[in-house]
């Protein structure tokens, strides 16, 4: 087996999503409140991820599909930069969320850059499952991205001809993640495998 890198990228926040972050924090009050406190962390990891998660952050007569859905996005800013220069040396990528309400956000950022791509959460059926990882892995195959909910994607699944993982946002259990990058790195992998951890 080829040998597997793992990368931690630390990224900053946009404007955007400074503003929303103080917004959550100076509207909760903790106190010592456990479920408060989980669901103030549950929202901040929201904020992490994409602006466009809370419903009335998106300005008015926007195109759904469009820069906007990069330029609000710390993640997005660098995931855009990262997956242009996977896809010019021809790399096929495992994106995992948590949140499918995240997978529907690179969702439509594919279908802005115009990638090709695959799709699985909870709500795939077995049928369209197993023909979307027969079109990911076929030689020369036009499906550059697969997109995973970590819980979905986490096991049973080979996907050895993709060579990048990227773990968008981090499960509170690394089993789970170590699952999520293995789905690259199996019998049949040929190339070094890069996990990328945002």
Not at 45 to 74: D, M, T, W
Not at 106 to 128: A, H, P, Q, V
Not at 183 to 197: D, E, L, T, W
């Amino acid at each position: 087996m080829p040998p597997k890198r793992e990368v931690h990228l630390y990224v900053g926040l946009t404007e955007t999503q400074v503003n929303l972050y103080k917004t959550i924090l100076s509207k909760k009050s903790v106190n010592d409140d456990k479920k408060a406190f989980i669901n103030i962390l549950m929202q901040l990891r929201k904020v992490c991820n994409h602006p466009y998660l809370f419903e009335g952050v998106e300005e008015e007569g926007l195109p759904q599909l469009g820069a906007h859905l990069i330029n609000v996005s710390g993640k997005m800013i660098i995931l855009d930069k990262l997956l242009a220069k996977l896809k010019k040396e021809n790399h096929q990528v495992l994106i995992f969320s948590q949140m499918t309400s995240m997978l529907d956000i690179l969702e439509d950022y594919c279908n802005f850059r115009g990638y090709k791509y695959c799709r699985i959460d909870g709500n795939t059926d077995m049928d369209s499952r197993d023909r979307q990882i027969c079109e990911f892995v076929e030689p020369n195959s036009e499906k550059f991205i697969f997109l995973l909910s970590t819980r979905a994607g986490g096991l049973g699944i080979n996907l050895a001809t993709a060579d990048t993982v990227i773990l968008y946002d981090l499960w509170w259990n690394p089993a789970v993640e170590q699952q999520a990058a293995d789905r690259a790195y199996r019998i049949g992998q040929k190339n070094i495998v890069h996990v990328i951890r945002m």
